[in-house]
């Protein structure tokens, strides 16, 4: 079965350094993958996508994910946190099977930055 | 464009009441779904359309119905609300097929007393 796991519920990083939020995923097809951000009381924002061009994916706000096949995985990494960055992020699957996309979304990271 | 619109933002229900959530889009997406949102559980699928005419069942759909006459609505029927549909409502729309990404509404925060 196809599904998504956001390996930790919360994370919390200091203001300036690097941040890391973990997302393994299983799919057998060739997926789409998405990460998204919520801010508290807001509707959800893309970040990011890989579509199986490059697999370093550059997004907004200076975020970048890495597209790992062999380990099924696609983490999502920021050099230096700022404090708007204090968020919940999404981890999404997206595969094209029958014909139309299905979406599995993880079940979130909370992201909190020190100063 | 608009993109996702959500009427309305807040709703309080007593238990019992219907209701109907709006949602609209106009990117001319063949792919809508109706989203639930509560703390801890990530977003649970309630019902998704791929087209006009065309709705099934998500993760979810127990209380809630749904319709797709047109391409740019998609509403969500509460019939009988239940505090157990107090929650964050979102709507989302995408192509139907190929690498792309959803569309999300700003939501509706429904509290059913």
């Known amino acids: 079965a196809q599904s998504v796991t956001q390996l930790d519920s919360h994370v919390s990083v200091s203001e300036g350094t690097p941040v890391l939020l973990r997302c393994n995923y299983s799919?057998?097809?060739?997926?789409?993958l998405f990460w998204y951000v919520q801010h508290p009381n807001k509707g959800l924002q893309l970040l990011l996508k890989?579509?199986?061009?490059?697999?370093l994916v550059k997004g907004i706000n200076g975020f970048e994910a890495e597209f790992k096949k062999s380990e099924t995985s696609f983490h999502l990494t920021k050099p230096s946190a700022h404090m708007s960055d204090a968020a919940e992020y999404f981890c999404?699957?997206?595969?094209?099977?029958?014909?139309?996309?299905?979406?599995?979304f993880g079940s979130g990271t909370k992201l909190n930055v020190k100063p | 464009n608009a993109g996702v619109t959500q009427t309305p933002k807040f709703q309080v229900l007593k238990t019992g009441q219907s209701m109907t959530l709006q949602c609209a889009q106009d990117?001319?997406?063949?792919?809508m779904s109706w989203y639930r949102q509560d703390p801890g559980m990530g977003l649970r699928l309630i019902h998704y359309?791929?087209?006009?005419?065309?709705?099934d069942q998500g993760e979810v759909p127990n209380g809630y119905n749904v319709s797709r006459s047109t391409t740019e609505d998609f509403p969500l029927r509460l019939l009988s609300a239940a505090p157990s549909q107090t929650s964050v409502y979102f709507c989302?729309?995408?192509?139907?097929?190929?690498?792309?990404?959803?569309?999300f509404g700003p939501g509706t925060r429904l509290t059913v007393t």
């Open positions: 989302a729309s995408s192509r139907k097929t190929g690498p792309h990404e959803q569309y």
């Open positions: 799919s057998s097809y060739s997926p789409s």
């Open positions: 890989y579509t199986s061009a490059a697999t």
């Open positions: 999404v699957v997206s595969e094209g099977i029958y014909n139309f996309n299905k979406f599995y």
């Open positions: 990117m001319n997406h063949e792919y």
């Open positions: 359309s791929v087209g006009a005419g065309i709705t």
